[in-house]
């Protein structure tokens, strides 16, 4: 008998991947991968429930003689091991950022006279209807909560960038690449910044713009995506206040607060030591740290300290006491910060945090020392990069050009060519 060979990574089990079962078995036995958790997560599907359950879900469908654990996202291991005479999928990954994977499969499998098969994709209203549960529950509170902690545990390093807005949120979500060897790659998660927050609404970055305002802006993320949220808390204020923070980000859905070691005026950090800032002392901010530990109500939403020390220039020794009294005083996570274009200091720090804590979360965002990668920075013991206003500081020299030349020629046709359709834009908005 001929061996046919599918992949899923789906959490529920609708008319569409009936079909292609029913389409495979009429080609021979039928041997159902199911995507690993850390492959789904590269290939733009975070699940709901694991990879033990999601295999015997498969299981139980009828016409099934087999299932498999597939780990690599170009079928590499699965073919190695099963050499299909058919692969089956659905026609959706001929075209768009799946079509790389298609054409490797292509070559691995008729380098030995297999073939693939392409099943016309199920639109109906059942598929439609399930696909938007699925999406719904995804984005629920109480799943995306959770999804940093399991993201860290996961991946080498959880990619996050900044997000405004609903739409900066749809982007965030939405773009998927072909990077390295033809892989799929994506942001892993969402940043909502204070200062980019801030300069959407045309306010200064000094904890102008209330929480009750900022919480709006999540809100208006939340409704449209579906990935964590990592949230700029400034210093946090007052720690009676911030307690209040910490629960309301956690009903929200938020994963992660990030708060700095600084007292006073919010002054952004790029500024270091140009403007007068002060630091908080460790015990002061130790003891904010405990009031939002004790406040919060699930073991799923992470506090982490943002330390300053490497920006107001007090020293490498004042940084690294500094995280390890964080941690003792509940922190889940450490971020260390640098304005040199070098990221040297960033490194030495890592390493010689690493050599006492292997297991705490450490966050960096190079802005400044932009020429590192993601690879290098993991080697270094870095759980999560924040790309962190880099959406904001594309967006504002394009918008700034194209009203400057409006004004100049009197007219739209000259900026025309550098615009994305009104039609493409509306392709990222999901209809209901």
């Known amino acids: 008998m001929k061996t046919v060979y599918t992949c899923f990574c789906t959490d529920i089990i609708h008319e569409g991947h009936l079909n292609i079962i029913n389409e495979a ?10 995507l690993s958790d850390k492959t789904a997560i590269r290939y733009n599907r975070f699940c709901t429930v694991s990879e ?8 139980s469908i009828d016409g ?9 996202m170009h079928y590499d291991d699965v073919i190695e091991s099963l050499h299909p005479d058919y692969v089956v999928h659905g026609d959706n990954w001929v075209t768009g950022p799946e079509s790389s994977i298609r054409a490797h499969v292509q070559k691995l499998v008729e380098a030995y006279g297999g073939q693939i098969i392409d099943i016309p994709y199920t639109v109906s209203e059942d598929v439609l209807k399930k696909d938007l549960q699925l999406k719904e529950k995804l984005s629920m509170p109480e799943y995306r909560r959770k999804r940093l902690r399991q993201l860290i545990n996961l991946t080498p390093v959880v990619k996050a960038m900044e997000a405004h807005s609903g739409l900066t949120g749809l982007i965030v ?14 942001f892993d998660a969402m940043w909502v910044s204070s200062l980019c927050d801030s300069t959407a609404k045309g306010k200064p970055d000094i904890e102008l713009v209330d929480m009750t305002s900022r919480f709006r802006t999540i809100e208006d993320i939340t409704e449209v995506t579906t990935k964590p949220i990592i949230f700029d808390g400034d210093t946090g204020g007052l720690a009676e206040h911030f307690v209040y923070t910490v629960r309301s980000l956690e009903r929200l859905g938020v994963s992660a ?4 070691d600084k007292t006073g005026l919010k002054k952004n950090s790029l500024f270091g030591t140009e403007v007068q800032q002060t630091q908080a002392s460790i015990e002061e901010f130790s003891e904010k740290i405990r009031a939002g530990k004790k406040a919060q109500l699930t073991d799923d939403f992470m506090i982490i300290a943002r330390i300053e020390s490497l920006i107001l220039e007090r020293g490498m020794e004042d940084a690294l006491t500094r995280a390890e009294a964080f941690v003792a005083a509940g922190a889940d996570g450490i971020m260390i910060h640098s304005r040199k274009k070098d990221p040297a200091e960033i490194l030495e720090f890592c390493d010689k945090f690493r050599s006492k804590d292997k297991k705490t979360p450490i966050v960096v965002v190079p802005s400044s020392f932009n020429t590192i990668t993601e690879a290098e920075l993991s080697a270094h013991g870095v759980n999560i990069v924040i790309y962190a206003n880099q959406l904001t ?3 504002f020299p394009a918008m700034q050009k194209t009203a400057e030349d409006i004004l100049k020629y009197h007219r739209a046709k000259e900026v025309d060519d550098r615009l994305m359709s009104i039609k493409d834009i509306i392709t990222l908005i999901d209809e209901i």
């Open 257 to 260: 607060v990030i708060i700095e």
């Open 173 to 186: 979500e939405k773009t998927v690449v072909e990077g390295e060897n033809g892989k799929l790659d994506q």
């Open 393 to 395: 500081r594309s967006a």
């Open 25 to 34: 078995k009429k080609l021979g036995s039928v041997t159902v991968g199911c």
């Open 64 to 72: 099934v003689d087999n299932v498999v654990l597939q780990n690599d």
């Open 52 to 59: 033990s359950e999601r295999m015997e879900l498969y299981r």
